[in-house]
T-cell receptor, first 116, second 113 residues
Framework: AQKITQTQPGMFVQEKEAVTLDCTYDTSDPSYGLFWYKQPSSGEMIFLIYQGSYDQQNATEGRYSLNFQKARKSANLVISASQLGDSAMYFC?????????????FGKGTSLLVTP | DADVTQTPRNRITKTGKRIMLECSQTKGHDRMYWYRQDPGLGLRLIYYSFDVKDINKGEISDGYSVSRQAQAKFSLSLESAIPNQTALYFCATTGTGVRGELFFGEGSRLTVL
């Protein structure tokens, strides 16, 4: 079964607007971490933000925030004030305790295009 | 210099050929990983290693082998490449901190004709 689900293959947003990228996850492990990565067209994987399952507050990193709704098992990424350079693929990922050597399970990604 | 370095960055090879992708890291991490990325499928784990004596299969290890030559070096081999192994391959490392994010290499794009 898919552990990480990203239901939006592609998204458009106008420059300076906010955008939410959806991510739901499936785990029975009480201890887990949720991550978002950005992959620009150049191909590298850039870590954006992390949320631990026991963290009480939503994570924020500059223009990125993670809307963590534990009961719904969702971890949506919110990008505020979009910029042209935000156009990229975005991947949600999860690490479950010590399973699989602390590897991350990735979703299939969402392609974001920021328009002028 | 990048903390995680992959070579080659691009390789075109033919069906049946042996190919090795190399990864080295300067972060001093014990945990290293090889992932494969295909369009529309995200990243999938091939192998991971905790140290030179600890090698583990991931989700899609068939057709691949790995070697952990040292703490800093982790190589991925395709003994007899086939066209459906055409993909972008990433090496990654992580430390033992609470967050445990992966640090990725720049990727190796492999095309098997």
């Amino acid at each position: 079964a898919q552990k990480i689900t990203q239901t939006q293959p592609g998204m458009f947003v106008q420059e300076k607007e906010a955008v939410t990228l959806d991510c739901t996850y499936d785990t029975s492990d009480p201890s887990y971490g949720l991550f978002w990565y950005k992959q620009p067209s150049s191909g590298e994987m850039i870590f954006l933000i992390y949320q631990g399952s026991y963290d009480q507050q939503n994570a924020t990193e500059g223009r990125y925030s993670l809307n963590f709704q534990k009961a719904r098992k969702s971890a949506n990424l919110v990008i505020s004030a979009s910029q042209l350079g935000d156009s990229a693929m975005y991947f949600c990922a999860m690490r479950e305790g010590g399973n699989s050597g602390y590897a991350l399970n990735f979703g299939k990604g969402t392609s974001l295009l920021v328009t002028p | 210099d990048a903390d995680v370095t992959q070579t080659p960055r691009n390789r075109i090879t033919k069906t049946g050929k042996r190919i090795m992708l190399e990864c080295s890291q300067t972060k001093g991490h014990d945990r290293m990983y090889w992932y494969r990325q295909d369009p529309g499928l995200g990243l999938r784990l091939i192998y991971y290693s905790f140290d030179v004596k600890d090698i583990n299969k991931g989700e899609i290890s068939d057709g691949y082998s790995v070697s952990r030559q040292a703490q800093a070096k982790f190589s991925l081999s395709l003994e007899s490449a086939i066209p459906n192994q055409t993909a972008l391959y990433f090496c990654a490392t992580t430390g033992t901190g609470v967050r445990g994010e992966l640090f990725f290499g720049e990727g190796s794009r492999l095309t098997v004709l």
